[in-house]
């Protein structure tokens, strides 16, 4: 996918739940996250093993379905085999993309998506797509 549509995909969020935040300042989650947040995204961090801590001050969920606000954008932090449930989880909560960080591929996850009529990005890093 190019790069000018990528953008054109993250014109359209003002809210991103990542899906496998981690509270670690060296993991690429908390990086993306902060990055997405400083950007002036709403970050919903999503990890059910950090639910009722915050993570960059952010309340953390144990689920995207435990959010209370409008989710346009899915952001996914795991692992390949958990990428189909999670697209599940995210037409559920009605949002509108799915996206999958880099070296995260699941070609069931995205007919799943797509069928529910999701926009799908997989592989890219939103963070590197704003960045440049």
Excluded at 68 to 86: G, L
Excluded at 105 to 110: K, N, P, Q, V
Excluded at 113 to 129: D, F, H, R, T
Aim: with cysteine; hydrophobic share 45%.
């Amino acid at each position: 996918m190019n790069k000018e549509y990528l953008r054109s995909i993250l014109n359209e969020v003002k809210s991103i739940a990542i899906v496998g935040a981690s509270a670690n300042p060296d993991r690429d989650s908390f990086k993306v996250m902060k990055f997405l947040h400083d950007y002036g995204f709403e970050t919903f961090p999503v990890n059910p093993n950090l639910a009722n801590s915050k993570i960059l001050g952010q309340e953390c969920y144990a689920s995207l379905e435990a959010i209370d606000c409008k989710i346009d954008m899915v952001d996914v932090f795991r692992a390949i085999k958990f990428i189909p449930s999670i697209a599940n989880e995210a037409i559920k909560i009605r949002a509108k993309i799915l996206w999958t960080q880099e070296g995260l591929y699941s070609e069931e996850a995205e007919v799943i998506a797509k069928k529910a009529g999701l926009k799908v990005v997989m592989n890219e890093c939103p963070k590197k797509i704003l960045e440049n």
